[in-house]
T-cell receptor, first 114, second 115 residues
């Protein structure tokens, strides 16, 4: 069974450009989470969805960040415009509500903004 | 509300020595507890979980953890460290009947294994 799929795995962009990160959760999972990980701040929860509906976006750092989940099998995290301080590894995770609440993580997207 | 404290941001052990990574939790209701491992340049991978069954939980790669309610602890151990165990380890907590709220993660402990 395929795990959580994220694309791209690496992204290098210039400051001011729009960046879109993509996530495909595990089939049948109905909760999806976006995290950011940096050396300075560790692992931070940005936003999460239940049944495609955003539940808590209080972790989104600024209005430059937005996330959508148009259907159960796809989510995007967009940064517009990007800044060097957005450089981090972004993880997507999914979970089935009937499980023992464990979350399954994707391999991450390493974003570098120059 | 739940919280997790991992004691020690960095632990270093010799190859073949005991590994002990500490995790204390806070929860007003019966918790579910998890350990995740993150190898370099990879995502977090579930190592083991406690879901109110046996208090001693065995996971992958020879790791185990014991739930101690009286000490509010869920420490991770492995009898003999291997070089391949070098990674970052995260403890996480969720609460029974918490619905679909996210896991609460600790800040992580980086394990180094010295040859």
């Amino acid at each position: 069974d395929a795990g959580v799929i994220q694309s791209p795995r690496h992204e290098v962009t210039e400051m001011g450009q729009e960046v879109t990160l993509r996530c495909k959760p595990i089939s049948g999972h109905n909760s999806l989470f976006w995290y950011r990980q940096t050396m300075m701040r560790g692992l931070e929860l940005l936003i999460y969805f239940n049944n495609n509906v955003p539940i808590d976006d209080s972790g989104m750092p600024e209005d430059r960040f937005s996330a959508k989940m148009p259907n159960a099998s796809f989510s995007t995290l967009k940064i517009q415009p990007s800044e060097p301080r957005d450089s981090a590894v972004y993880f997507c995770a999914s979970r089935h509500s009937g499980g023992a609440y464990e979350q399954y993580f994707g391999p991450g997207t390493r974003l570098t903004v120059t | 509300a739940q919280s997790v404290t991992q004691l020690g941001s960095h632990v270093s052990v010799s190859e073949g020595a005991l590994v002990l990574l500490r995790c204390n939790y806070s929860s007003s209701v019966p918790p579910y507890l998890f350990w995740y491992v993150q190898y370099p340049n990879q995502g977090l991978q579930l190592l083991l979980k406690y879901t109110s069954a046996a208090t001693l939980v065995k996971g992958i790669n020879g790791f185990e953890a014991e739930f101690k309610k009286s000490e509010t602890s869920f420490h991770l151990t492995k009898p003999s460290a291997h070089m391949s165990d070098a990674a970052e380890y995260f403890c996480a907590v969720s609460a029974l009947n918490s619905g679909n709220t996210p896991l609460v993660f600790g800040k992580g402990t980086r394990l180094s294994v010295i040859a």
